[in-house]
T-cell receptor, first 116, second 108 residues
Framework: GAVVSQHPSRVICKSGTSVKIECRSL??????MFWYRQFPKKSLMLMAT?????????EQGVEKDKFLINHASLTLSTLTVTSAHPEDSSFYIC????????????FGDGTRLSIL | KNEVEQSPQNLTAQEGEFITINCSYS?????LHWLQQHPGGGIVSLFM???GKKKHGRLIATINIQEKHSSLHITASHPRDSAVYIC??????????FGPGTRLSVLP
């Protein structure tokens, strides 16, 4: 089946740092990818939908200037957490599939972000 | 907005037990996913179903669209089944809504 590679798996950095997370589909051309955030023992929450070649669509309450999403190709989407603060510490996970096409979702392994 | 509930929230079972996890939702859907999240955070899509029943190995998923309810069953449970199980209903053209998850621990 399709494979999604997400990198890095773990980041620990100081407050004020910007962190970039990459999500690659290895054997599938994904016009749409999804970015989620999950706080400890909480459900996955959709942050934004990343569309190849166009601006991402953000969910209500998600700051687009803080969480920059770039989907420049059919195999790569990036999420950049700008000027990260401790409250941004969370588990970030990408996926593609599902949605309009109703195909199964394929998830990256996630990135655990810890801001000190 | 689709309100999704899962029960139980936490479940501890002995190895070999038959396990059932339930998911109910408030708005009619076109499909529902069952996801398995491992302790490290990685997520695997177990099933996508829109009617009836699907079986994969020791896992069985059922859905009743009219009653807005789905169940995930694990037969002959094993410690490696320990994970968080999440249901995610959705409609065509709309994003997924995730249930709160059921944390399963299977003891040897």
């Amino acid at each position: 089946g399709a494979v999604v590679s997400q990198h890095p798996s773990r980041v620990i950095c100081k407050s004020g740092t910007s962190v970039k997370i990459e999500c690659r589909s290895l054997d599938f051309q994904a016009t749409t990818m999804f970015w989620y955030r999950q706080f400890p023992k909480k459900s996955l929450m959709l942050m934004a939908t990343s569309n190849e070649g166009s601006k991402a669509t953000y969910e209500q309450g998600v700051e687009k200037d803080k969480f920059l999403i770039n989907h420049a190709s059919l195999t790569l989407s990036t999420l950049t957490v700008t000027s990260a603060h401790p409250e941004d510490s969370s588990f970030y996970i990408c996926s593609f599939g599902g949605g309009v096409s109703n195909q199964p979702q394929h998830f990256g392994d996630g990135t655990r972000l810890s801001i000190l | 907005k689709n309100e999704v509930e899962q029960s139980p929230q936490n479940l501890t079972a002995q190895e070999g037990e038959f396990i059932t996890i339930n998911c109910s939702y408030s708005v009619g859907i076109s499909a529902l996913h069952w996801l398995q999240q491992h302790p490290g955070g990685g997520i695997v899509s177990l099933f996508m179903l829109s009617s009836g029943k699907k079986k994969h190995g020791r896992l069985i998923a059922t859905i009743n669209i009219q009653e807005k309810h789905s169940s995930l069953h694990i037969t002959a449970s094993h410690p490696r089944d320990s994970a968080v199980y999440i249901c995610a209903p959705h409609n065509y053209g709309q994003n997924f809504v995730f249930g709160p998850g059921t944390r399963l621990s299977v003891l040897p």
